[in-house]
């Protein structure tokens, strides 16, 4: 964690071997570290320009610790003097974007991003910047930033910021995408799942919305960003009549009951509660099949076991049955 002090990795690594031991030389130095002996030298020196290190009255080709209090100490106080004064500053430039923002035009509320790589830049920056909270339409194609490339989520979940998504249902026919909600989930986030959603939307702290310049593109070659307005408050609005109209998403659908361990007496393995968990928040037998890993004719197969063994004729008194937790005759 000293790199967040400004330290590189092998500056941190030199100063935490001489803090565990005495004095030594660049060449031992070297040896310890597998780096050759100029390199070792130009650390000890950036070292003993930040302070960290000091040179042996006895031999000035040995270099010692300086105590982690002192130096690090140091350094740390100055890392929060610059963040305090930064912090500052954008109150300052916060209060006067937010002064000018009743004279600014309409061309100045509404801001057109060029481009799927600037699509892109914001969508990450305003994950990077929510302070409380992120909403979102999810569609089912993927833009121009795929999940697995969206890591400002998960640093935003760490640091607090609250996830509400609508997912619309067939983004789940993606492969994987199952584990990618649920790993959501699991981090503090809430999402709900509707047959479908009217547009892209991604809205930080109420305050910023991104959503494509047309309704049609799937690339992401052009996106709205919309500054607090009227038009800003109907995007949210929409977000909360969808929200309410969707179902709760769960990893292992308990927003329904929990599953039983067993049905009919027979044990319920791990593949069948997984299946009905999709099931039961109504992916297609494509979208179940591609997050197990298995054919379509096989997970129909398989519902139609689970639909004999729970003595139920449809697909919906199956998932009647598992929220009810009727496995074992129990209503």
Not at 36 to 58: I, N
Request: charged share 25%; glycine share 10%; hydrophobic share 45%.
């Amino acid at each position: 964690m000293l790199e967040a002090l400004g330290l590189s990795a092998d500056e941190v690594r030199a100063y935490q071997r001489l803090v565990a031991g005495t004095s030594e030389s660049a060449e031992d130095l070297a040896a310890a570290l597998g780096m050759e002996p100029p390199t070792a030298v130009a650390l000890l020196s950036d070292l003993e320009d930040k302070g960290l290190v000091a040179r042996s009255v006895a031999d000035p080709t040995r270099f010692a610790a300086s105590p982690p209090a002192v130096a690090l100490g140091a350094m740390l106080t100055e890392r929060q003097e610059a963040l305090r004064r930064a912090e500052l500053q954008l109150t300052t430039l916060t209060e006067s974007y937010r002064t000018g923002a009743d004279e600014r035009a309409l061309a100045d509320v509404i801001e057109v991003v060029h481009g799927p790589q600037a699509v892109a830049q914001r969508f990450l920056q305003l994950q990077r910047g929510a302070r409380s909270e992120v909403l979102a339409f999810v569609k089912a194609s993927v833009a121009v930033v795929s999940p697995e490339e969206n890591v400002d989520e998960d640093r935003a979940l760490e640091r607090g910021v609250a996830y509400r998504l609508v997912i619309e249902a067939r983004a789940f026919d993606r492969p994987g995408y199952f584990d990618e909600v649920r790993q959501l989930v699991e981090g503090g986030g809430t999402c709900r799942i509707r047959e479908s959603v009217p547009i892209r939307l991604l809205v930080a702290d109420r305050e910023l919305a991104l959503l494509p310049l047309t309704g049609t593109d799937e690339r992401g070659s052009g996106a709205l960003l919309v500054h607090p307005s009227g038009l800003l408050d109907a995007l949210v609005a929409l977000f909360e009549l969808a929200w309410q109209g969707g179902q709760a998403f769960s990893p292992t659908g308990d927003s329904a009951g929990d599953w039983s361990d067993d049905l009919d007496g027979a044990p319920l393995d791990e593949l069948d509660r997984q299946l009905l968990t999709l099931l039961f928040h109504g992916l297609t037998d494509h979208a179940i099949g591609g997050q197990l890993g298995m054919s379509q004719r096989t997970v129909q197969r398989r519902v139609r076991q689970l639909m004999e063994r729970a003595g139920v004729s449809s697909r919906f008194q199956l998932g009647h049955a598992a929220a009810g937790r009727r496995w074992l005759g129990r209503s």
